[in-house]
């Protein structure tokens, strides 16, 4: 059975950083594409970051491109997402997601992916 566990959340002043864990078992974690999701009270579960399976390609939301990094060992079986420069806008729970196929490409939608981890709320304040 795929596990996904999410650490690192927390309570922050805007313009701090986190840095976000999500710890993988079960499954082959090196073959598959894994993503970050963020859901805030009253609204849709959105994409936020992701990678492929070896690291080599990632993506990321507008509104986090230049302060957000997904990044994965495939040894620890993890996958990260740091957050620096933080904005009250980025408070919400954090989902880590694992795909169940190979992908060449970072997928960027919820249906593209099988597992989803628990959360882990992110709250920035102002």
């Known amino acids: 059975q795929v596990q996904l566990v999410e650490s690192g959340g927390g309570l922050v002043q805007a313009g701090g950083s986190l840095r976000l864990s999500c710890a993988a078992s079960?499954?082959?974690?090196?073959?598959?594409?894994m993503g970050w999701f963020r859901q805030a009270p009253g609204k849709e579960r959105e994409f936020v970051a992701a990678?492929?399976?070896?690291?080599?390609?990632?993506d990321y939301a507008d509104s986090v491109k230049g302060r957000f990094t997904i990044s994965r060992d495939n040894v620890k079986n993890t996958v990260y997402l740091q957050m620096n420069s933080l904005k009250p806008e980025d408070t919400a729970v954090y989902y880590c997601?694992?795909?169940?196929?190979?992908?060449?490409?970072?997928?960027?939608?919820?249906?593209?992916?099988?597992?989803w981890g628990q959360g882990t709320q992110v709250t920035v304040s102002s």
């Open positions: 997601a694992a795909t169940n196929t190979f992908t060449v490409m970072a997928v960027t939608t919820t249906r593209g992916y099988k597992y």
């Open positions: 079960g499954h082959t974690f090196s073959s598959y594409g």
């Open positions: 990678v492929n399976w070896n690291g080599g390609s990632t």
